[in-house]
């Protein structure tokens, strides 16, 4: 039977959210998705979006630690669809993960298909969306894990709990926008507007009415459950006069982190309690992008608002602004990044596995310079030089059926060729390599990757996610890593575990963790626009030795490409 969220729809006429508790769990959770299109309008432009069950942000699923979800989606949209359960670890479910020819065949036109997983292991907010072309920019949701029934959160009870879902909107569709960007060799446009559950707030021109209201008591405490679904952009986050304690990061528990700016970066969860100390009044919430490329790359120099309306409040003035850190403010967002702390962790002290990878732009030539990108080039991502090209066939199927000619296994643990990876980078290294080569990692391996970010193209802050696995991020820094020094300051004993990390822009950083979930595994850039141009690559976790420790078959509904 499927249990009603108590996170309240979002009006597009009035967005007002009244705070409850989130519901209560059944261990066997099911949902009904349909896919389609509808209008909607935000700052002066209507739009047809893609949606599910007609809402924009789609539904928020609600679930308790060790529950069995079972969301069967039909596709009435005229695109091919997949979704993904961001954050989930699948442990034994990969058939369940979503990204479009990695773990599964697309969900084409008039079809369906049902995605079945259990919860295990993990706590706090994650979230759902869309794993094809640009439709996550619509197609996504909240996805709240409560611990079991008669367990309690490491941290006193809130009063109540709120959504809080960062976004982006275009004035134009989505899948026009990134089609276009993909042929003509470019990075897609930015969009029209920054959103905070789908509104874009005051300082847009025709938002102000729409902008949403989060009513609070005084006195009260509150956890605010933040989703950075955002296509291209990390932001700062803060709250008027409110300071906030970092309880949680993509559904791990931290050591109680107090501070007044949150960054988020695309694919991050946050769940951070407020308490509401003042007595009366309005308070803006609000977002700015922190944009770490150097001066004069584009983005709005906008702030993406929301209020906090304190009920029966006597003073009507009008909302009190924050003061964001500047657009560019590196140490803001590495200080932030580098000091929130696990509460519990078994970080693995060696390593079976060492890996170090380049990570960034590259440039692909193209006959007569007639591309749109940078000196006439086609535009791409790559991990050490190798810019992923999605198959014809899953991945997953082609591994499990032993299908041949779909991969190679031969991803290397270090990138072709060895160069001063932050500085001016010769030309003659921007070229990469495409295809499809992937790592094999033995089940129950220790594996450390280095992600280093580089200067070919642009230096910038890259949000990296793995599926099927979280990590523990063990150190990070400036500059080009040195394999002597660096680890001598590893935090062995209480780094914070996450499943997307921002790799500091001209800098590296350093994750441990645990091959012990079998299955093929996607890791990418998740600014959409780079993972949509190559920003990717693919892991395969080989099955162990006991019967529990191996892929099953795939579901009944298994989709043909």
Not at 263 to 269: F, K, S, Y
Not at 345 to 351: D, F, I, L, N
Not at 414 to 420: D, E, R, S
Not at 434 to 452: A, P, T
Request: overall charge negative.
């Amino acid at each position: 039977m499927a249990r009603i969220s108590s996170v309240l729809k979002l009006s597009s006429l009035f967005c007002l959210i009244l705070v409850s508790p989130w519901s209560a769990s059944a261990a066997l959770v099911e949902h009904n998705f349909t896919i389609g299109t509808q209008s909607v309008t935000r700052v002066c432009n209507t739009q047809t979006l893609v949606t599910v069950n007609g809402q924009y942000p789609g539904p928020s699923i609600t679930v308790h630690e060790g529950d069995n979800l079972v969301v069967h989606v039909q596709n009435n949209a005229p695109y091919n669809v997949t979704l993904h359960w961001h954050g989930v670890r699948q442990m034994r479910s990969c058939w369940a993960d979503g990204p479009a020819y990695v773990t599964q065949c697309p969900i084409t036109p008039g079809n369906k298909f049902t995605y079945n997983f259990t919860i295990i292991g993990q706590e706090g907010t994650l979230w759902w969306h869309a794993h094809i072309t640009y439709l996550r920019a619509t197609v996504h949701g909240a996805l709240a894990i409560l611990p079991r029934p008669g367990n309690d959160y490491p941290f006193p009870k809130p009063d109540a709990e709120i959504p809080i879902i960062l976004g982006e909107w275009w004035n134009a569709n989505v899948e026009d926008v990134i089609a276009d960007a993909v042929r003509r060799g470019a990075v897609p446009n930015d969009s029209d507007a920054y959103t905070i559950n789908s509104q874009p707030g005051d300082f847009y021109p025709c938002s102000s009415n729409d902008t949403t209201r989060i009513l609070v008591e005084a006195g009260k405490t509150y956890l605010l459950r933040i989703i950075n679904c955002a296509m291209i952009h990390s932001y700062f986050f803060k709250i008027a006069q409110h300071n906030m304690t970092v309880v949680a990061v993509d559904a791990v528990y931290t050591k109680p982190y107090e501070t007044d700016v949150l960054l988020t970066h695309p694919g991050n969860t946050m769940d951070v309690l407020i308490t509401t100390g003042q007595q009366s009044g309005q308070y803006y919430i609000g977002t700015r992008v922190y944009n770490s490329q150097p001066i004069g790359t584009g983005y709005l120099n906008t702030t993406t608002t929301a209020i906090l309306q304190y009920q029966d409040s006597s003073n009507t003035s009008a909302p009190l602004l924050p003061t964001f850190p500047a657009f560019n403010d590196t140490t803001t967002a590495f200080k932030f990044s580098s000091e929130l702390r696990s509460l519990r962790a078994s970080v693995p002290q060696t390593v079976d596995e060492e890996m170090f990878m380049t990570e960034g732009f590259s440039l692909v030539s193209c006959p007569n310079n007639s591309c749109a990108g940078l000196f006439g080039g086609r535009a791409v991502g790559s991990f050490s030089n190798i810019s992923f090209v999605r198959p014809d066939i899953a991945v997953l199927q082609a591994y499990f059926f032993g299908i041949d000619g779909v991969y190679t296994t031969d991803f290397p643990n270090n990138p072709p060729v060895v160069f001063n990876y932050t500085g001016n980078v010769s030309r003659s290294l921007w070229e990469p390599e495409l295809g499809v080569r992937v790592k094999l990692l033995k089940y129950n391996s220790r594996v450390q990757i280095v992600f280093q970010n580089t200067g070919i193209v642009t230096i910038q802050n890259h949000p990296i996610h793995l599926h099927g696995h979280d990590f523990y991020v063990v150190g990070q820094g400036f500059g080009n890593y040195n394999s002597q020094t660096d680890p001598v300051n590893f935090n062995l004993e209480d780094p914070q575990m996450l499943n997307t990390v921002g790799v500091p822009t001209g800098g590296w950083a350093a994750i441990r963790f645990t091959a012990n979930n079998p299955g093929v595994w996607l890791m990418h850039c998740h600014f959409e626009s780079h993972s949509e141009l190559g920003f990717e690559m693919v892991f395969i976790t080989e099955d162990g030795p006991e019967s529990l420790d191996k892929l099953p078959p795939p579901p009944p509904d298994l989709l043909q490409c």
